[in-house]
């Protein structure tokens, strides 16, 4: 049986699938297959390039390596998950490496909760874990969230894989959700490797970049 979401969340269809909250997935001696302990190099480029500005949401942050690399490049920074057990080492990785990192609990399927708006919003492997029913609320949360003019960086497997993945996602996909009537432009989405524990030298994946043009 799927686990209780807290807060009265309802389960995500990955929740439905795998019968555990997203919590349960870093309570093991494992690391969860997407927690690689560093940041996926396509954001290490991107930061390395200025790409970022602050604000910055990390969306999904996991146990915060995307959100800890906006804040070594002097960012503020809002990392936001549901699960808890994830955002304790977060803070902890924060207080470690001497980086002021803010990390809150929030649904990112209702970002519009946090009353916040960024510039920056960071999505590392969090878009292919919603389905086709999932993707228009969330879409429609990063919306609320995202300045006019601010970008929004996706990093998901792309219809490639040939491993297992939540839901592989095709470049028509991703222009469809963040379609130009909704509000938003996408300006590239270039193949990318998204790292796992599972596969050393990655898994074919898409890059996207994604301005809110309203």
């Known amino acids: 049986m799927t686990r209780e979401p807290s807060a009265g969340r309802t389960p995500t269809s990955h929740e439905r699938l795998t019968g555990a909250t997203w919590d349960a997935s870093y309570r093991g001696t494992d690391p969860a297959p997407w927690d690689i302990g560093r940041p996926q190099p396509a954001f290490e480029r991107l930061a390395a ?41 977060a803070r902890e990785k924060a207080h470690e490496r001497g980086l002021d990192a803010e990390f809150a609990t929030a649904d990112a399927l209702d970002l519009g909760r946090l009353g916040r708006t960024f510039a920056t919003v960071l999505d590392c492997g969090l878009f292919h874990t919603f389905d086709a029913e999932e993707r228009p609320a969330y879409v429609a949360s990063l919306a609320a969230v995202t300045e006019p003019g601010g970008r929004v960086f996706v ?27 909704a509000g938003w432009s996408v300006t590239s989405i270039e193949p990318e490797r998204l790292l796992t524990t599972f596969a050393e030298t990655g898994v074919p994946a898409w890059l996207a970049t994604i301005i809110r043009e309203r």
């Open 49 to 89: 390039a200025g790409a970022f500005t602050g604000p910055v949401l990390d969306a999904g942050c996991g146990t915060g390596e995307h959100a800890l690399l906006a804040a070594s490049v002097g960012l503020p920074v809002l990392g936001v998950d549901v699960a808890e057990t994830a955002l304790a080492r």
């Open 155 to 181: 990093l998901c497997f792309s219809e490639a894989i040939r491993a297992q993945g939540p839901h592989p996602v095709s470049r028509r996909e991703l222009e469809e959700a963040f379609s130009a009537d």
